[in-house]
């Protein structure tokens, strides 16, 4: 481990880190582009270099390119990757209440504790911790996974009904495509380009930034205040490591469970733990007002995830994502197969992407507490130009994800469909969730059906699925025994204000 | 402050802009190197991938590509589109608006015979007119490393005498699902099956003892070292890298599965110019650079000729249509 860090601390490494992190913040912070989409631009780049170099760009950017997510979804509410959408629903409150700085700061911190968090559990029980997500099967995904939704549904108690009617609605949304239960055409309609279902990015970059720029430009958001900036000294105080630091530990290690099971993202890492903070909060209700322990989370979360993704992907070759994939094609050029073998066949390589993520991590921390004041202003620019922008980025990367028309149209109806939600006060919140779980609900109980020949009595012999199950059902539980007099969360949405 | 701010804008906007520009830029001027070029091609020729980047189909697409740029086969290069999903026919309407005047080209393998016979997307061989394959890989059927059986016939036996007591892991309308039923159809025998999406999929759910048995490209069976225990090669022959793996022919199962990979351009792309590509991509898969890729891949390096390869395809289809019709 200790030859890896001097590896990495050559020049060229250090290099390559440098430009993948930055680049990878850039990208991470324009909403449409991912930091899948720029790492599979770099791939070409990668086949002339050396495999540590290449090794090093590309974890770079996959940190970078999730820690950027932050800045447009605390200052303009547009989530710059997927990652980022509960930072909106905090964030975005905290920004408009004349602390963008403060948002930022504690994003910024909490994405890099994450980060390390999560290092540690990389570098210190990998192979422990990669067994131990292996067991997960169909049973216990459906079980996590209901969990999550349950406790999502939690989040709009306010407005039972309108929440639902978004999940019911962002559900309904997952439906078409190739049912992976049969491998038939579902909803589809005989129109070919639906027979792969609404993409991810398309939704959401429709229902968050094509939603909120239809919404800017009908009644125009006057630039934030012109705040002074203090000279040297940013909103971060000692006191936070007291006040958040519970926060962020709980959230890494959620984060870093999450991102440990293959196929469920960043994202709902961050969802998750998002709601947890929520429902072990002593003042639930502030939530989705700009309340700090919110953007924390997330952002604590979201960053976590990647140290975990990270540990199936080096200890078996499983990749957690599509990043983590085409970081697998990256080696596979070099015939560097990632798996059990790869610290035996390449240690340099396997050790190298362990101590790439930490130093990333650092330099992340660099890159954006140096120029976060100078971020800040971003809400200063003229918002005409501004938004243009970001419409431009949103198109180009709904075309980039699968190099297909389709993907800009889909992500312009739901910038219609999500405007048309918020103005009948139904939040996006639950709308996403329902779009994002749901099918990955379907598909694990479908599967674990097929598997146990339809003997749902299968599911009493897993432990975990049941645990799940079982918090799933006290969390739904729970508040109809306790009054409701928690005031729901306000939908992240400026209603009041507008 | 403005100044500042113009400053972070252009430093972001650049930075795209040098990634763009590095990656485009490689594929529009680097390929002007042969001065006598004949009229064809006359612009680069987009390559669709029906896949996301990263993948065996993809990476072989790269690399012949870079091959045929490097050494001027073709006065043209390769521009490698990603048109991922729907089973393939995002990457076939995606054929379809092209050119068919030879500069759009599909790079692909037998998964569309499966999407063929599963009749997903309007579309049938007929759209297509075949350039040759530049070689392929079979794929491995695997177990635990600490499972009780150590030969095809043990599981065989086991699944005769228990019916569906296995599972499989596959993704059903996939290659696993169509060479492990194939199989079973030969060999008289029944799994049960779980949803896996991938080869990440099947292996965590082999690993993890969710599943008993999977199928695998073989070298993602050789990269577990081992973690698994392969029974059963679905290659004509033997795959060098795994001497001691006995075919499914060896075995007595008419079965086999040579996943080849397949270039493909429009059905009206005229001969001079289907030629032009197939002759570039008959020298690439002799190249020893290339060679030495696929075998350390476990990819067998062959060419098979564009109506061969085609006839090819038409007699592995046939073979297909039946198992889709269990499917419901």
């Known amino acids: 481990m200790w030859e890896a860090f001097q590896t990495l601390f050559q020049v060229d490494n250090l290099f390559f880190l440098f430009v993948g992190t930055s680049v990878g913040i850039v990208v991470g912070a324009i909403p449409g582009l991912t930091a899948s989409m720029l790492i599979a631009l770099t ?51 905290m920004a408009m209440n004349g602390q963008p700085q403060r948002a930022l ?33 169909p049973w216990e995904y459906f079980g996590l996974v209901m969990m999550a939704l349950v406790m999502l549904a939690a989040l709009t108690q306010g407005s039972v009904i309108k929440g639902l009617l978004g999940a019911v609605l962002g559900m309904a ?18 129109i070919d380009s639906l027979l792969s279902g609404f993409g991810l990015l398309p939704v959401l970059i429709g229902a968050f930034a094509i939603s909120q720029i ?3 430009t009908a009644a125009p958001i006057a630039p934030g205040p012109g705040f002074k900036l203090p000279k040297g000294k940013l909103p971060v105080y000692w006191k936070d490591a007291r006040n958040h630091g519970a926060n962020m530990a709980r959230s890494g290690v959620i984060g870093t469970w999450i991102g440990l099971l293959p196929g469920i993202g960043g994202n709902i890492a961050a969802l998750v733990s998002y709601t947890t903070t929520r429902q072990l909060s002593k003042e639930p209700e502030k939530f989705g007002s700009g309340h700090e322990p919110g953007v924390v989370s997330g952002e604590t979360a979201n960053n976590a995830s990647i140290g975990g993704a990270l540990i199936p992907l080096i200890t078996m070759g499983i990749p957690g994502s599509v990043t983590e994939a085409i970081l697998i094609g990256a080696l596979t050029i070099h015939s560097l197969q990632p798996g059990p073998l790869l610290f035996q066949n390449a240690p340099e390589i396997a050790y190298g992407i362990i101590a790439a993520y930490l130093v990333a991590n650092l330099l992340m921390l660099a890159l ?47 910038g219609a469909i999500g405007l048309g ?16 779980l749901s099918p990955i609900c379907e598909e694990k109980l479908r599967a674990a059906l097929m598997m146990s020949d ?18 799933a059902l006290l969390t739904l539980c729970l508040p109809l025994f306790a009054s409701g007099k928690k005031a729901g969360l306000a939908p992240p949405s400026e209603e009041g204000k507008a | 402050m403005t100044k500042m701010n113009k400053r972070t804008l252009a430093t972001g906007v650049g930075a795209c802009a040098l990634l763009l520009g590095s990656s485009f830029g490689l594929t529009t001027f680097a390929g002007k190197t042969d001065a006598h070029a004949a009229d064809f091609p006359s612009k680069p020729i987009e390559v669709v991938v029906p896949f996301k980047p990263g993948g065996r189909t993809d990476t072989v697409a790269r690399l012949l590509g870079k091959k045929i740029q490097e050494k001027g086969w073709l006065s043209q290069p390769f521009v490698i589109v990603n048109a991922a999903g729907g089973g393939g026919a995002n990457a076939v309407s995606r054929m379809k608006r092209g050119d068919t005047d030879g500069h759009t080209a599909v790079h692909w393998h037998h998964q569309m015979l499966i999407s063929i016979a599963m009749g997903l997307g309007n579309y049938d061989l007929s759209a297509f007119r075949s350039l040759g394959y530049t070689g392929g890989g079979s794929p491995v059927w695997a177990v635990r490393a600490d499972s009780p059986f150590n030969s095809l016939e043990d599981v065989v036996n086991h699944l005769k005498k228990e019916p569906r007591s296995l599972v499989e892991a596959v993704g059903i309308g996939s290659i696993p699902h169509f060479v492990g039923a194939m199989l079973s159809k030969q060999g008289g025998f029944e799994t049960r099956y779980v949803t896996a999406n991938s080869g990440a999929d099947r292996l965590r759910l082999l690993l993890g003892g969710t599943a008993d048995i999977a199928l695998f490209a073989a070298s993602e069976y050789t990269a577990q070292g081992k973690g698994l225990k392969a029974l059963v090669y679905f290659g004509k022959e033997r795959l060098p890298n795994l001497p001691d793996l006995p075919t499914a022919l060896e075995l007595g199962y008419d079965v086999s599965w040579a996943n080849p990979n397949w270039w493909l351009v429009p059905a009206g792309t005229p001969d001079a110019e289907a030629d032009a590509i197939s002759a570039a991509l008959e020298k690439a898969i002799a190249d020893p650079d290339i060679i030495k890729y696929f075998k350390a891949n476990t990819l067998q390096p062959y060419w098979v000729p564009g109506a061969a390869a085609m006839e090819d395809a038409k007699k592995q289809l046939s073979s297909l249509k039946p198992i889709a019709e269990t499917i419901n």
Request: aromatic share 12%; glycine share 12%.
């Open chain 1, 105 to 137: 700061a504690l994003g910024i911190m909490a994405s890099v504790v994450g980060g390390i968090i999560s290092w540690f559990f990389l570098a210190g029980m990998s192979p422990l911790l990669a067994k131990f997500a292996l067991q997960f099967g």
């Open chain 1, 454 to 471: 339809g003997n749902v009595a299968d599911v009493l012999t897993r432990p975990y699925a049941l645990l799940f199950l079982a918090v």
């Open chain 1, 173 to 190: 949304f997952a439906l078409p495509g190739i049912d992976s239960t049969t491998g038939r055409g579902r909803l589809t309609f005989e």
């Open chain 1, 421 to 436: 939600l918020e103005k009948c006060g139904v939040p996006l919140g639950p709308f996403v969730i329902g779009f994002v």
């Open chain 1, 43 to 93: 791939l070409p780049l990668t086949f002339h270099m050396m495999p540590v170099n290449a090794v090093t760009l590309l974890i770079g950017e996959y940190v970078g390119g999730i820690s950027g997510g932050l800045i447009t979804a605390i200052l303009l509410r547009m989530p710059g990757t997927p990652a980022s959408i509960v930072t909106t629903f905090d964030g975005y409150p």
């Open chain 1, 214 to 216: 239809l919404k800017e």
């Open chain 1, 368 to 414: 954006m507490w140096s120029t976060v004041r100078y971020i800040a202003m971003i809400t200063q620019l003229p918002r005409p130009g501004l938004l243009t922008g970001i419409l431009v980025f949103c198109v180009v990367g709904s075309y980039a994800v699968n190099n297909s028309y389709t993907d800009v149209w889909v992500m312009l109806a739901f």
